[in-house]
């Protein structure tokens, strides 16, 4: 079960984190996350030992890591995140867009990355997609970086794979060419929101945050064979 | 036995005696060429004077008949011991073999045979008998065949011997004036034996019974005794001399007061003449101008000179060669000094000379090297001070050459680095044979400071002991620009993504969040906001591309292991097939050594694309403990390591250089191991420091 997911469809505020070494950088995400309706910031690091303690004790819904930070990088803070608080969605933020940004931050277990100059819109966007299990990535761009994941990656960790059920293994799969769940949902002509339950039950059942995270684990433990990514 | 006295007896006993101490003097000196012929010819004589003296002192037909018997044993030998002696003495030794010694030896044998025998055949003599009519008891007697035989070869060897004596005589009173006491006193040992032998046989003498032929050997003894030890005969070999003269290289020529060639060794007539062979001696008695008129040269070098030493240059373009001229006047040996000619020699030094040349070519070769090499040089004595410069050292340091070579070497140092000066002389002093390179700045005339890199070496002569230093100086501001302007962009990119980037970013989100908040409601205030949305965004993007083309930015925000795979990688969208592998894995190591080994990997990888002409390398970055190990491996063309790290004139060998100083200036090291045909390996190792001390050094 995504209970984070469920807090939010139950009304309750997404609990955000954010860290960043600059205070303007901080005051920038803060003047644009907070006064919106669901979200709550609950907690700011200046650095990524900061933002790892922060996460482990406020277990946040969603945490926004600057890549570059004194102390600990932001891709090694998101692994460590990942690590000890599975359930809690990164989505870094860098100047710079890069697939090989991408790339590293879908390895360090981030669902996304966004730009430093990113528009309030986009931003909020891609919060509320992450937590909904929607990507937040070109579908393009995300098919490519999965395709090579797969390739560098062959899996190797025993999962028991059992437990997904035939249809959710569908749609785990069509999840890791970049499908969107209305693509999904006609190509298995089922409704948007039955695919969406799917997605919500692959998530809880990997033990994954997000969307992302979900096909690079399917990735990573073999569960989507590379063959049928080509 | 009857006794008789005779005052005659004296003086045959005392060439007896001179005869019998010149036979020992020879002894003495036997190594000489006929010593040991004369010595058996003195003794002869002795011999033959002792036999005479006893005949004469008896009056007894049986007793006087055999003392000259006796006589005859000297008598005969003495002819032929005299032809050996003077056959050796002229250089003509080798005729001597045994067999022609026994031929000539036949007859005197026979003769004394026949002497001893005579009484049966009367063939030597006959009608002996005593004749007292004189002063004192003489044998008379008439001779018989062999007598005239005896005689007869002996006058023969007598002559043949005259003969050579005359022909040295020539040879050594030709040349000069200096052996002529030799050559008189070999006249008269020729001459006296015969004059005394002939008065006796065919009695012309004043002392008809008296036998003068010992008189005649004696005074021969001493006249040779003479040259012995007044004019050195034995010492001095006039024929060693006349070979030494005919086969000497150097051109000899001897003219008199009226320039005319009184002698001239075939090298000289060779010169004379031109030609390459030996010819006919017709330079003798021609004028030295006229025989050597082919020569302007030599002729007006020597002309009026009667002292000289001086080179000459005789003929011209591919024929010209060059001679040691010495000319020394020649005295008469008896009387006043006047000259009596010159004695010129003529040395060929074209050898010396053209090998002069070379070296002279070869050193003057160097000196420019050394005056025009692009990097400063000096020799620096022991003491520090330098002895000489060239001209980009001067350039260099903005002084003239006079005033650099007053000065030491560390009087020229920067203040800030004349502390560690001092110990780097004894240091490069301490390890010999070898040279070592530092880091340093000096201080221009102008006040101006020089970067430079230092290398001294240290040159030993074939002892081990130093000489003296060779220092090489490099202007390093570019090098030293470069690394300046490299920290500068890490800092303007570092100032641009913190600073700049930032506030950028935080306006646009701001104002975003200002937005929201207050939505304008006149499109013109909406449009407004746009634009400056627009602006804001638009700052922000160009901070990033400035940031971009400054510095690779995944290093700072990836770390070294991804950095280099993202390398490799793009190198692989360009068709190379390099191989990557690591074991540093996400670790984030100091931000200084990240910097350096990711240098390093570029350049070799570029290296490897621009000179190893493959595509294949394999890069391998390692931590073992507490170091890290980057490796760059290619299957290309390789080179000599070592002439390659020393030139420093390609760009790929400053490149090779950069690579190590980069490394050795975190602490590492750095090693190229590579061969033509078989590759190359570009090793740095870099060790970490203590997790402590570093600031952005995390693991996960």
Known sequence: MNTDLLSWLKGKPTRLVIADDHELARAGLRAMLTDQRGFELVGEASNGQEALLLCRRLQPDLALIDVRMPEMDGLSTCRAVKQECPATSVILVTMHANPEYLFEALKAGAAGYVLKDVSQRELISAVQNVLHGESILNQELMARLLQRLARETPGQEDLPAGRLSPREREVLELLTKGQTNREIARKLTVSVSTVKIHVEHILAKLGVSDRTQAAVRAIETGLVSTTSME | ?700
């Open chain 2, 1 to 700: 036995m009857h006794w008789q006295f005779t005052p005659y007896v004296f003086p045959v006993a005392a060439s007896a005696i001179i005869s019998a101490a010149l036979a020992l003097t020879a002894w003495y000196r036997r190594q000489a060429p006929g010593a040991i012929a004369f010595c058996l010819l003195m003794l002869a004589v002795a011999e033959y004077s002792l036999g005479y003296v006893l005949e004469l002192a008896h009056f007894d037909l049986p007793t006087i008949l055999f003392w000259d018997n006796l006589e005859w044993v000297g008598a005969t030998l003495a002819p032929l011991l005299w032809l050996i002696f003077v056959l050796q003495y002229t250089g003509r030794g080798s005729w001597l073999t045994p067999r022609i010694i026994a031929i000539l030896a036949i007859v005197p044998l026979v003769t004394i045979l026949l002497v001893w025998t005579n009484q049966y055949h009367h063939l030597v003599q006959y009608n002996l008998h005593i004749d007292r009519s004189g002063s004192f008891a003489a044998l008379s007697l008439t001779r018989g065949v062999w007598y005239w035989v005896d005689v007869a070869y002996s006058y023969v060897l007598l002559l043949i011997g005259a003969f050579l004596i005359f022909l040295l005589i020539l040879t050594l009173i030709r040349p000069t004036h200096l052996y002529l006491g030799q050559a008189s006193a070999l006249l008269i040992a020729v001459v006296a034996p015969w004059v005394g032998n002939a008065l006796y046989t065919f009695g012309w003498s004043p002392f008809p019974k008296l036998d003068l032929t010992p008189f005649a050997f004696t005074i021969t003894g001493l006249a040779m005794a003479s040259s012995l030890f007044l004019f050195r005969l034995l010492d001095i070999i006039p024929m060693a001399r006349e070979e030494v003269f005919e086969s000497m290289s150097d051109a000899v020529i001897v003219v008199d007061e009226q320039n005319r060639i009184v002698d001239i060794n075939p090298a000289a007539q060779r010169l004379a003449y031109r030609v390459a062979s030996h010819r006919a001696s017709k330079a003798v008695g021609g004028l030295f101008t006229r025989v050597f008129a082919a020569w302007p040269e030599l002729l007006e070098r020597s002309r009026y000179v009667t002292e000289a030493d001086a080179e000459i240059a005789l003929g011209e373009a591919e024929a010209l060669r060059y001679f040691n001229l010495r000319i020394s006047p020649l005295y008469r040996r008896m009387g006043d000094l006047a000259v009596a000619g010159r004695l010129m020699v003529l040395t060929d030094i074209t050898e010396h000379k053209l090998a002069e040349r070379v070296l002279r070519a070869s050193e003057e070769r160097f000196r420019h090297i050394f005056e025009e090499a692009p990097i400063g040089m000096a020799v620096v004595g022991l003491d520090g001070r330098l002895l000489q410069v060239n001209k980009a050292f001067c350039e260099m340091l903005g002084y003239d050459e006079e005033e650099l070579t007053a000065c030491t070497l560390s009087s020229l140092t920067h203040p800030d680095d004349v502390a560690n000066d001092g110990h780097l002389l004894e240091q490069v002093l301490e390890e010999t044979n070898s040279s070592h390179k530092v880091e340093k700045r000096y201080l221009k005339k102008n006040r101006e400071t020089l970067w430079a890199d230092l290398t001294t070496t240290i040159l030993h002569n074939q002892d081990g002991h130093a000489l003296y230093g060779l220092v090489m100086l490099e202007n390093i501001i570019e090098r030293k620009r470069a690394k300046l302007l490299e920290e500068e962009r890490h800092h303007v990119a570092y100032e641009l993504h913190d600073g700049l980037a930032q506030v950028a970013a935080s306006a646009h989100q701001h104002l975003q969040a200002f937005a929201s908040h207050y939505r304008p409601h006149s499109p013109r205030a909406r449009q407004e906001l746009e634009r400056a949305l627009e602006l804001a965004q638009l700052s922000v993007r160009e901070a990033r591309r400035l940031i971009a083309g400054l510095r690779p930015t995944a290093l700072d925000d990836f770390g070294l292991a991804t950095a280099l795979r993202l390398q490799v990688e793009a190198q692989r969208t360009h068709g190379g097939k390099i191989s990557y592998e690591e074991t540093l894995g996400t670790m984030r190591l100091p931000a200084h050594i990240e910097t350096t080994l990711f240098g390093v990997a570029q350049e070799a990888l570029t290296n490897v694309r621009k000179h190893a002409g493959t595509t294949r390398a394999h890069l391998a970055l390692e931590r073992h403990e507490g170091t890290i190990r980057l490796a760059v491996q290619d299957w290309g063309y390789g080179f000599q390591p070592h002439a390659e790290l020393q030139e420093t004139s390609s760009g790929e060998h400053v490149g090779l250089r950069e690579m190590r100083e980069r490394v050795e200036l975190v602490g590492g090291h750095f090693s190229i191991a590579s061969q033509p045909g078989a590759g190359t390996l570009v090793v740095a190792e870099v060790p970490l420091p203590s997790s402590k001390g570093g600031d952005n050094f995390h693991e996960h």
